[in-house]
């Protein structure tokens, strides 16, 4: 069973149709025992970040989710979320990942929005996924490369599309909506 | 880099896809989840869908159908069409819609733009304009096009931007129906106004419409529905063609 992260950020329901199309059947919950032992976990989320962590901790959702021992997989502010802080309502995150979260800066269209391929992509979710291959984003903060990074993608500047850390696993762009690619990365993930 | 995006729109009346010519003749396209399914396969980059009916009709079937849209297909759409209130957006996002549009309501009530972006966020709200040039400005028209309003789209679009709108999607009834091309003037002038994405949309009859949109404006994404729905322009040979014009293309 894999279980999805039922918190306060929109967007959850795209994911459990991916992983219905995948044939995998899925749980949409808040509850930590079904989390603890669930055979995956997946942290997606559209939404503010101040808000999204206030909610996780008066539910006592952030130490159930750095606890976890099982791949969990973050998608866009889930991945903003395990990062250290973000600069998005100032707001200190799981620190899962040392990483920072900033808001894009310049005289470019924000949010970066629409289909981006990567400057790199290694690691296990882009086994058999060429770094020239496309992938779903929207967002207007990004987290800072660094030594967990595996994927870089260019907006303005390098960020981490994509990070990984022993069983954490997490992604910028939307697997669940980036078409024949993203399915194959979800994939990857959900055979881990 | 990021690719210029190619939407297809349906537009849907009674769960059927239709379009109109001019906004005024109504021809039948086909079942829309088919159509979207068909879609997503060629490589379209992201769908609208627009119930064009829906401020006079009842509104069920559009849940319905999102979902089963929602279902189905793995990239991002918009759905759009007689969205009044944060209720009606809960329940279209609630249905796997990853954006909604709103056009003539928020015209009548611009707080609305607002309140959808306070609980959603800016991402997820599209500010529709339906614009006509009468022979000086380029003015906001509402209700499916059939009625002036005292706005003009450019200050509409800095308005709704500055509200929490996160895109734009701009319609040229000028050019709607006629594929001349798409309304370059406005949409560059839209563009240079606000720092979000613009889409492009009414006109589209030849693939070079679509490069001289990505190479004479800033338009993130083109928006077009008869050429696609009658397979005058096959989406993958027109990705091709840009592809060859050296624009940015998944």
């Known amino acids: ?192 | 880099m990021l690719k210029k995006r190619i939407i297809p729109c349906l537009d849907i009346q009674n769960g059927r896809t239709v379009k109109g010519i001019n906004f005024v003749e109504i021809r039948d396209a086909g079942d829309p989840v088919e159509l979207a399914k068909k879609y997503a396969k060629e490589g379209a980059d992201e769908l609208v869908f627009l119930d064009i009916t829906a401020t006079i009709e009842k509104r069920d079937t559009l849940v319905e159908l999102v979902e089963r849209v929602a279902a189905e297909i793995d990239i991002p759409f918009t759905v759009g069409g007689g969205i009044n209130s944060v209720d009606d957006v809960r329940r279209i996002i609630a249905a796997g819609a990853d954006k909604i549009s709103v056009n003539s309501s928020a015209v009548k009530r611009p707080e609305l733009i607002t309140e959808i972006a306070d609980e959603f966020g800016s991402q997820c709200v599209v500010l529709a304009i339906d614009t006509k040039f009468n022979g000086n400005d380029w003015k906001v028209y509402v209700k499916g096009g059939r009625e002036e309003t005292a706005l003009y789209a450019v200050d509409w679009a800095v308005q709704g931007v500055s509200l929490g709108a996160g895109e734009i999607l701009l319609t040229s009834m000028n050019n709607d129906g006629t594929k001349g091309g798409f309304a370059l003037d406005i949409t560059q002038s839209i563009c240079n106004a606000v720092k979000v994405p613009v889409i492009a949309s009414g006109g589209a009859g030849k693939e070079e419409d679509f490069r001289d949109l990505f190479t004479t404006t800033d338009a993130t994404a083109g928006l077009a529905a008869s050429i696609f729905h009658y397979n005058e322009i096959p989406i993958p040979q027109l990705k091709d063609y840009l592809k060859t014009q050296l624009i940015s293309i998944r």
């Open chain 1, 1 to 192: 069973m894999i279980a999805i992260v039922k918190y306060n950020a929109g967007n959850i329901r795209s994911v459990q149709n991916a992983l219905n199309r995948l044939g995998y059947e899925s749980i949409i919950t808040d509850d930590p025992s079904l989390l603890r032992s669930a055979d995956k976990v997946i942290f997606p989320g559209v939404g503010e970040a101040n808000s999204a962590m206030r909610y996780l901790r008066a539910n006592g959702l952030d130490e159930v989710i750095r606890s976890l021992k099982q791949p969990v997989l973050g998608i866009c502010l889930g991945l903003q979320l395990m990062c250290e802080s973000s600069e998005e309502g100032n707001t200190t995150c799981l620190g899962i990942f040392p990483n920072k979260v900033k808001r894009f800066q310049g005289d470019a269209i924000i949010p970066h929005m629409g289909w981006n391929n990567f400057e790199e992509a290694g690691g296990s979710l882009f086994k058999n996924i060429a770094p020239s291959e496309n992938v779903y984003f929207v967002h207007s903060f990004y987290a800072e490369t660094g030594q967990y990074t595996t994927a870089v993608c260019n907006y303005i500047q390098p960020f981490s599309a994509a990070l990984e850390k022993d069983n954490f696993y997490a992604a910028q762009f939307h697997p669940e909506k980036s078409a024949d690619i993203g399915t194959l990365i979800l994939k990857n993930f959900l055979e881990l």
